[in-house]
């Protein structure tokens, strides 16, 4: 079975969240389970292109509209990754170093998205399934079936899966001449709210999509920014699978990263190391319990509440916390959380993007603090289950999915309902008293490092949707 992944990120070729580690994970696996899962994604000129072999299998040319773009596929030679990996090079357009943020960012996706289709109806590379990640994926769907160019991969499934559906690359009407040999009439398809929704589109075209956690599926018919109704109406085609961690990356007995390696054995001896080093970089005081917080410093994260969150604790438990905040965002949260630094002390933050410290904050900090207001599945907690550090989570989404309180049967972690700093002061405030009590911690973090929330499952899950789809069409 030929599976072919489309997304903007895939780790470590690049990599902004949460989507990179799966899309770099995910396919791997499924290769583990005798899939020929392949990733194709956009080139960005960036250390792993510069440090790997690319071969090209195929050139070509399309259109954007009035604008005509030739493009290359290109292939990674060396099969490092563990599955194939094809990047799309469209000079001026998809050659340059970050991954998103530029104006034209509705040119980049859809032209990677027609490169894609223009690659699979002029060679003989077959496709059984399309794995689309994401709004940047989400015309494909539309296209296959709607666009007389692409008439010959109309029929294969295409499986959507939904990693944020805050973001839904809104396009206007205008740029409706982008999509080549399509008929207005189906434009229908992908409108939404008066326009080009390809979020939306990916949703009414696919034949399934998923959601990275069960709880999420669930959510997004009653907040997912202006598209409720629509999950409402397709809810049918919906499946929640959780994602997985990628144990060859993150596995504190081997991690490279990591300035002492541990395992449930020696993890109290090895996270004090690594504790120490945190602590010596940043100014705090090693004999605290340390929280942290890792991620993008955006509203869906609640990093919003951060600041006044830090200040309120440090005014009711001074002396009994330290802080770390690793992260990068929106100015006004960024300026603030540095602001910060001037006068408090047990507190630290790093502005700015560092896989390496993200890894040696996991092995060393004790708690990890996400008061998301949208969670859809969310790593970090998994990734500091099994580094042993607790997690103190806002009960949504994944984290709902894959944090129990510590209170309850079988529990490990600290939950609270609302992204309110009240709640999340006590939160912290539960986690200071559960420091003292260092049984139960070093039993919490034997406990949480045993879990298994390796990919392999759901692996599985996404390999029998395929099957299922294949026998269908
Ligand atoms: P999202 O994809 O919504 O950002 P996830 O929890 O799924 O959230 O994944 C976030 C991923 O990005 C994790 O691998 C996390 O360690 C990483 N990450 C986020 N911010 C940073 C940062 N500033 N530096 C290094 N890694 C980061
Ligand atoms: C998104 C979500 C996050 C999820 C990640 C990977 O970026 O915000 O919750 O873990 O995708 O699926």
New binding site residues.
Partial sequence: MNVLHLSAECYPVA?T???G?VVGALPKYQVGLGVNAMVIMPYYDRKFVAEHTFKIVHQGSGKLGYRSFDYQILKEDSGVLGFDLYLVKIPDLLDRPEIYSYPDETEQFTAFQLAVLEWLVNSNIKVDVFQCHDHHTGLIAYLIQNSANYKTLAKTPVVFTI??GQYQGWMSWEKFHYLPGVDPSTGGLLEWNNCINPLAAAIKCCTKYTTVSPSYLDELSINSNGLEFLFELEGKKGIGILNGIDIDVWNPKTDEMLDTNYTPTTVKSGKAKNKAVLCEQFGLAIEKPLVVF???LVLEKGADKLTELIKEIMLRNQDEVSFLV???GEKQIENDLKELQSYLKNYNCYI????Q??HQIYGGADFILMPSRVEP????QL?ALKYGTIPIVRSTGGLKDSVIDFENQGGYGIRFEDVSVLQMVYAVQRAIELYKDTKKVAQLRKLMMGLDFSWTKSANEYVALYKSLILKS
């Fill in positions: 990599k969240g949460g989507l580690d990693h944020n890792i991620g993008r690793l992260g990068s700015g993007y560092d896989e410290l993200s599945c969310g790593l970090n990734y």
